[in-house]
């Protein structure tokens, strides 16, 4: 079945520094991925759908500044986390889309990735 | 905007019940149906997708519903082991996955 892999799975950094979190479908191509961001006890916020070859759309207040998404390729979407601060420490998830199966609504999820800003 | 609600938000039985999570939605033009398991700190496990056109998916001792005139679905556990015991999270997909909260379960041993 498809995979999603989503690298690195925690990290920890210092305020002020910025973090690469990678998505990847590892054996489907994925025209789009969602990433989203977990708060502690509650749901998944859609943050940013991510086009290859196109700007990502931004959810409603989520700063596009602030966490820049990259999908140049069909296999591989970025979410970089510029300047964290605390308060960006979250769990985020990708998910993606098979392109090639038939009314492809079917969304694969990534293991998450955990960032803690010290 | 799809609302999403799921109800209890924690649910604690005792080792060998059947358990019955809700979930409930607003908008029915929906592609499809997905319920998730997420363990503490880790991602989600896809349990159970049920398209539009269908009204229940079974897969073990797993089955859910989908009544989509009444805006509802629901997870069915049958015989639950502490194993069982996650948050369970529906989400409706109308192109974008919407979320519910989440039930956590705790199934006693």
């Known amino acids: 079945g498809a995979v999603v892999s989503q690298h690195p799975s925690w990290v920890i950094c210092k305020s002020g520094t910025s973090v690469k979190i990678e998505c990847r479908s590892l054996?489907?191509?994925?025209?789009?991925m969602f990433w989203y961001r977990q708060f502690p006890k509650k749901s998944l916020m859609l943050m940013a759908t991510?086009?290859?070859?196109?700007?990502?759309?931004?959810e409603q207040g989520v700063e596009k500044d602030k966490f820049l998404i990259n999908h140049a390729s069909l296999t591989l979407s970025t979410l970089t986390v510029t300047s964290a601060h605390p308060e960006d420490s979250s769990f985020y998830i990708c998910?993606?889309?098979?392109?090639?199966?038939?009314?492809?609504?079917?969304?694969?999820f990534g293991a998450g990735s955990r960032l803690t800003v010290l | 905007k799809q609302e999403v609600t799921q109800i209890p938000a924690a649910l604690s039985v005792p080792e060998g019940e059947n358990l019955v999570l809700n979930c409930s939605f607003t908008?029915?033009?929906?592609?499809?149906l997905q319920w998730f398991r997420q363990d503490p700190g880790k991602g989600l496990t896809s349990l159970l997708l049920?398209?539009?056109?269908?009204r229940e998916q079974t897969s073990g001792r797993l089955n859910a519903s989908l009544d989509k005139s009444s805006g509802r679905s629901t997870l069915y556990i049958a015989a639950s082991q502490p194993g069982d015991s996650a948050t369970y999270l529906c989400?409706?997909?109308?192109?974008?996955?919407?979320f519910g909260a989440g039930t956590t379960v705790t199934v006693r041993a």
């Open positions: 998910s993606a889309a098979d392109r090639g199966v038939a009314g492809a609504n079917v969304l694969t």
């Open positions: 054996d489907f191509q994925a025209t789009t």
């Open positions: 991510s086009n290859e070859g196109s700007k990502a759309t931004y």
């Open positions: 908008d029915s033009a929906i592609y499809n």
């Open positions: 049920i398209q539009s056109s269908q």
């Open positions: 989400a409706f997909n109308d192109y974008k996955l919407s």
